[in-house]
Structure formats: structure tokens, C-alpha cells
Nanobody, 122 residues
Framework: VQLQASGGGLVPPGGSLRLSCAAS????????IAWFRQTPGKEREGVSC????????LYDGSVKGRFIVSRDNAKNTVYLQMNNLKPDDTAVYYC????????????????WGQGTLVTVSS
């Protein structure tokens, strides 16, 4: 299983970005795909998750109402639309997957992408 995260960049506060997570080597028909983020010196924190089987989603309270996770099963890709970005959203964002239900607990996932940097700054 390989995950390729992309779409990070520099954006001013209040701006938007869309991250993509493309999966290969696995058909995501009964998986949870989650987004995590990490800043130096801090633990990786769960941001959002989507179940590829039924589309159910999960969000951390810090991003609920601003971020939207979606999937395109035909493309084996999951997206994270990030709106109204804040400086505190600055981090390296990772996608991860494993079979089963959504969780924002990092230990749930055995397969991780390489990360994409999001910087929110004026």
C-alpha cells in the first residue's frame, strides 16, 4: 500500500487549500482514510477521517465547520478541503489508511503517506 499526499503550500489566513491523498496497491473499498497533522515538538494529531465503505466522516473539534473530507472511490483518492485557514493550522499533513472504522487515533493506521507541508501566514 502506498499513499501519496499532495496539495500543501503557503496560504494567507482565511485562505483555502485542498489536499489530496492518492492510494495505490490497494482498493479502498472497506477502509478508513484519515488526515493527521504534526508540528515540531508535538504529537501527531488526528484532523479528519472518512470511511470508504459508507462515506461516514469524523472531524476534530478544531477543524469542524472549516474542513471537509471527501472521497472519489473511482480514483482511489481522498481529499481534504481546508477553508478559513488559521496560523494554528500550519503543520505537515499526513494521510493514513487501514481497514475498518474511522478513528483519529494514529495507532489505528498501519499505512502512511509522506506528508505535505501547509503554511498559513501573511
Amino acid at each position: 500500500v502506498q499513499l501519496q499526499a499532495s496539495g500543501g503550500g503557503l496560504v494567507p489566513p482565511g485562505g483555502s487549500l485542498r489536499l489530496s491523498c492518492a492510494a495505490s496497491g490497494v482498493t479502498l473499498d472497506n477502509h478508513a482514510i484519515a488526515w493527521f497533522r504534526q508540528t515540531p515538538g508535538k504529537e501527531r494529531e488526528g484532523v479528519s477521517c472518512i470511511s470508504t465503505s459508507d462515506g461516514k466522516t469524523l472531524y476534530d473539534g478544531s477543524v469542524k465547520g472549516r474542513f471537509i473530507v471527501s472521497r472519489d472511490n473511482a480514483k482511489n483518492t481522498v481529499y481534504l478541503q481546508m477553508n478559513n485557514l488559521k496560523p494554528d493550522d500550519t503543520a505537515v499533513y499526513y494521510c493514513a489508511t487501514d481497514e475498518g472504522r474511522c478513528s483519529l487515533w494514529a495507532r489505528t493506521y498501519g499505512h502512511w503517506g509522506q506528508g505535505t507541508l501547509v503554511t498559513v501566514s501573511s
